[in-house]
């Protein structure tokens, strides 16, 4: 983005989303949003902690609000087995959604939600209100325009009528997979079908004859084993909740060619039981960040939805009724979590000589740095400052 982002919004006409991106992408962690400089009174030495730019789809951002997220999340679990859905849009619509990204990403999720709803309900011949959070994703490993949305679904869930909690009458699925294949199909392009006739999808296509195309292709439904392991559920928040198209990890810039490698799984070739391996691909800096770009969300468009019991609504309705149904963390995380909370709460010291006499100080952008390194974004409003009501604080023997 620093040596490429300028270039790629020339060339590819950028639109006002994907031009904040990219700045901010090239500002974050530099002078230019202002820094944290820690000084100790008592050895002379600082150490200086850059700003980041807090965009949502920042790769260097990202970690600390999935954390978070992800702490605030492990609340709504309750304590029963859990499945995991993906539904996935069929390729041949991969155009219509490039072109009505809001539109069908939010069909994909509402369709998702009700074909779970209809598969229960069938199977268990009652109204059977579950737990779900979905989460959209619009990239694989090796960042293609790849929409799916992963679903974490509760075995089971409340009778409506009688309040108690019911069990699927499959031991190890929630429902055969050809019916939620149907179930799927038919709510995603009943939904479509809504769509076009209120005018609201822009495509050289109409419906009739996307649905003449779809009408003989495979819908993918994947559904695992439910699980009540505390660690498979960790292991499943972890790889796809809060996720964008890709890490700065798995992304290098090779300065000498003028490319950038990517790190990807391959997971055509994956054996069962084993990890995907890994490979990596080469590519032109323009077509990478083209690639990136492809997976911007629409403007406030929420990719993570709670349906359910799992949202704030109808849990509230049926708290008491949840009471005893709620995930409790196991020891040894609480504990864990208890033990980071108070070395947080320690008084901190410079790394050199131990002292505690040191002196936090915020700075703002610097303008020079920015017309030296980045002269394109100089003219640009300055940034704020941090908001602070004092502009140092102490730590001393006081």
Known sequence: MLNHGEQYIRQY????????????????????????????????????????????????????????WIEKFQKKLLEVPYVHIVTTLPVELRGLAKQNKGIVYEIMLKSTWQMIKEVLAEENQTDILAGATSVLHTFGSDMKYHVHVHSLVSFGGLDTKTNKWQKPNKSDRIAPYKKMKIAFRKQFMHHLEESYNKGEINYHKSYQELEVELAQRYWVVHNTEPTVSTKTLENYLSRYINRIAVSSSRVK???????????????????????APMLSKQMDPLIFIEQFMQHILPPYFHKTRHWGLHHHSTAKKYKETLKNLKRTPDVLVLIIRYIKKLLQTERPKCRECNGYDLEISHHAGDRKWLEQYIPQLAHYPRPRPPTSKRNTKKYGNE
């Open 13 to 68: 006409k950028a639109n006002i989303q994907q031009i904040k991106l990219i700045r901010s992408m090239r500002l974050c962690r530099t002078p230019a949003l202002g820094w944290h400089r820690i000084s100790c009174k008592t050895c002379g030495k600082s150490q200086v902690i850059y700003l980041s730019c807090g965009n949502n789809h920042c790769p260097i951002c990202q970690q600390k609000k999935r954390d978070q």
């Open 253 to 275: 810039y090779l300065s000498h060619d003028q490319k950038v490698e990517l790190k990807y799984k391959d997971y055509t070739n994956q054996k069962e039981g084993e990890a």
